[in-house]
C-alpha cells in the first residue's frame, strides 16, 4: 500500500513566484491535513480538508495561501508571491473517515525561497 | 493560549537503556494524545496513541503514560536502539488538528 505521496520533495523558488505543493492521501482516505515546519521547531497545523470542502483553515495565512482538495487529483497548496519567510518543510497527513484521529504523514515538501 | 511541549529538549542514551520521553499539555478538555517520530528529512512517523480515558497503553517496545492530573504525558522506549534516534514530538489532536510541542532529540550510542 502507498503511503501518503507529496511532490516535489524540494522547490526553490524566488521571491515573488508562486509555489504549488501537491499531495495524494493514502488510498481510501478522505481527509487531509497540511502543516509547516520550520528549521528546529514542531509542526503547525494549517489547514485541513475533505474532497471538495475546507472543513479547518485557522492556521492558514490569511493572504497569499490557499489549498484545494478537489473530487479528483491531488490536493494542493498554493502559495502566491513567496517570500523568504515561507521557507520551510510542508507536509501532508491524511486519514480515512473511519478512523479520522489516526494521520498517517507524507516525507514533506521543502521549499526554499531565494 | 493552549499548547503542548516538553520538558526536556535532547536525551542521549546507550544503546540498550530505557528512553522517557515526557511532555506537558496545558489543554485540559484534550482527549486523544499521539507519539510521533521524524527522522532527518522525513515525514512524522505515528509510533503510539492513547485516549483520555486510558493511562497507560503498550505497544512494541513502547509504552506510553498519560497523567490527567498533571497533564502529562510520557514516552518510554525498551531496549533503545541506534535505529531510535531522532526527534520525538507529543501531538494533542483536537477536531483533526494536531497541536504538536516542540520535540525532543533522541541520540542513541551504540
Known amino acids: 500500500n502507498a503511503g501518503v505521496m507529496q511532490n516535489p520533495r524540494h522547490l526553490v523558488r524566488r521571491r515573488g513566484q508562486e509555489a504549488r505543493l501537491r499531495c495524494s492521501p493514502m488510498k481510501g482516505h478522505s481527509h487531509v491535513y497540511w502543516y509547516r515546519q520550520l528549521p528546529e521547531e514542531g509542526l503547525k497545523f494549517m489547514v485541513y480538508?475533505?474532497?471538495?470542502?475546507?472543513?479547518?483553515e485557522s492556521g492558514m495565512p490569511k493572504e497569499r495561501f490557499s489549498a484545494e482538495f478537489p473530487k479528483e487529483g491531488p490536493s494542493i497548496l498554493r502559495i502566491q508571491q513567496v517570500v523568504r519567510g515561507d521557507s520551510a518543510a510542508y507536509f501532508c497527513?491524511?486519514?480515512?473517515?473511519?478512523?479520522?484521529?489516526?494521520?498517517?504523514f507524507g516525507p514533506g515538501t521543502r521549499l526554499t525561497v531565494t | 493560549g493552549e499548547s503542548v511541549g516538553l520538558h526536556l529538549p535532547t536525551l542521549s542514551v546507550q544503546e540498550g537503556d530505557n528512553s522517557i520521553i515526557n511532555c506537558a499539555y496545558s489543554?485540559?478538555?484534550?482527549?486523544?494524545f499521539i507519539w510521533y517520530k521524524q527522522e532527518s528529512g522525513k515525514g512524522p512517523q505515528f509510533i503510539i496513541d492513547?485516549?483520555?480515558?486510558?493511562d497507560k497503553r503498550q505497544g512494541q517496545r513502547v509504552t506510553v503514560l498519560l497523567n490527567k492530573t498533571v497533564k502529562h504525558l510520557s514516552l518510554q522506549i525498551a531496549a533503545t536502539q541506534p535505529g531510535d534516534s531522532a526527534v520525538y514530538f507529543c501531538?494533542?489532536?483536537?477536531?483533526?488538528?494536531?497541536?504538536f510541542g516542540q520535540g525532543t532529540i533522541l541520540t542513541v550510542h551504540p
Open positions: 492513547i485516549r483520555s480515558n486510558m
Open positions: 480538508l475533505q474532497k471538495e470542502n475546507i472543513i479547518d
Open positions: 501531538a494533542e489532536n483536537s477536531s483533526g488538528k494536531l497541536t
Open positions: 489543554n485540559s478538555a484534550s482527549d486523544y
Open positions: 497527513a491524511s486519514s480515512s473517515l473511519s478512523r479520522l484521529d489516526e494521520q498517517y
